[in-house]
């Protein structure tokens, strides 16, 4: 094993196992954003990039995912009082590991709002984002269930197939009309389709909906797994059908179809979207607020 390496301040990083890491994040970060997933999900983030304790004087008083091009999901131990002193020597440890790629050294992704001052003074600031210039997100979760999904007279819905991305990417085009700051193009589009077609497994392709009318495409759900567990990627309906009630008919769907082999779903919604409204009706709880920062060059 690596020696300790110094942070400053007294403070030194070492190697952490990622599941031991896992389960000491777990109870010291606590919160609705930890407690409803599943361990085996949060360890398959914790198993994707490195861990690091922070020690002082060898003991453990704090950790965090820590490496080249990332920070996150930091904690303190107490008798540590809060996390400015750990962010602010961890960045700096990021800092000296990571490469910076279009002007961008590192990510932490869903600092919360909590933290966010911390992170601050690092010097990390906010990702570019839609409306407001930072990217805000919510988590919404529910737990599965079989339930019906009628659907308007002369309406269907089946599974995608991998030859029906080239279509799912120009509905998405045309569905979200330039507000992704991710994809802007139907070529951006179609790769993002294929990397969530190529994680499926049975139940979500089982869950995913293409919905036609009279052989056009009018709306599309897409669920996937990212890191071990199913999210509905996209939920998308064409403009001239919206109103419809095809979005609520496609997540019941998933939701059905999910069920019983996934015990939950979760999405992805940017903060202060109506859209919020429909995912609350249809029983989707809110996690906390969180932001997207990047650390700059």
């Given amino acids: ?11 030194f990083a070492a190697p952490a196992d990622a599941g031991e890491a896992c389960a000491w994040a777990r109870l010291y970060r606590g919160g609705m954003d930890e407690h409803d997933r599943s361990e085996a999900e949060l360890l398959a983030e914790y198993e994707a990039a490195p861990s690091v304790w922070v020690l002082r004087q060898g003991a453990r008083v704090g950790g965090a995912i820590a490496g080249p091009g990332v920070l996150s999901r930091p904690f303190a131990v107490p008798p540590q009082e809060g996390l400015g002193e750990l962010v602010l020597r961890l960045t700096a440890y990021v800092r000296r590991a990571s490469r910076a790629e279009e002007g961008v050294l ?13 992170f601050y003074r690092a010097g990390w600031t906010p990702q570019p984002g839609p409306g407001d210039g930072l990217s805000w997100c919510r988590a ?5 269930q079989s339930l019906p999904w009628p659907l308007p007279e002369g309406v269907s819905a089946r599974s995608p197939r991998k030859a029906d991305l080239p279509a799912y990417a120009q509905l998405l ?5 330039g507000r992704d700051p991710q994809r802007v193009s139907r070529a951006d589009f179609l790769q993002d389709a294929l990397f969530q077609y190529e994680r499926m497994d049975a139940p979500c392709k089982r869950a995913s909906s293409l919905v036609e009318e009279g052989g056009r495409l009018m709306g599309a759900c897409f669920v996937t797994l990212f890191v071990g567990a199913p999210v509905v990627w996209d939920v998308a309906v064409h403009p001239c059908a919206r109103g419809r009630g095809l979005a609520r008919a496609m997540l019941c769907r998933a939701l059905s179809g999910l069920y019983p082999a996934h015990g939950s779903v ?15 009706t249809l029983g989707f709880y ?10 700059p060059a």
């Fill in 266 to 280: 979760r999405l992805f919604v940017e903060a202060g979207n109506p859209v919020q409204a429909l995912y609350h």
């Fill in 286 to 295: 809110a996690l906390p607020t969180t932001c997207d920062l990047i650390l």
């Fill in 106 to 118: 590192a990510r932490a992704p869903a600092v919360r709002m909590s933290e966010l001052d911390d």
């Fill in 1 to 11: 094993m690596m020696d300790p390496l110094p942070l400053g301040g007294a403070l």
């Fill in 140 to 144: 919404m979760v529910r737990p599965t």
């Fill in 173 to 177: 085009l045309e569905a979200y009309g």
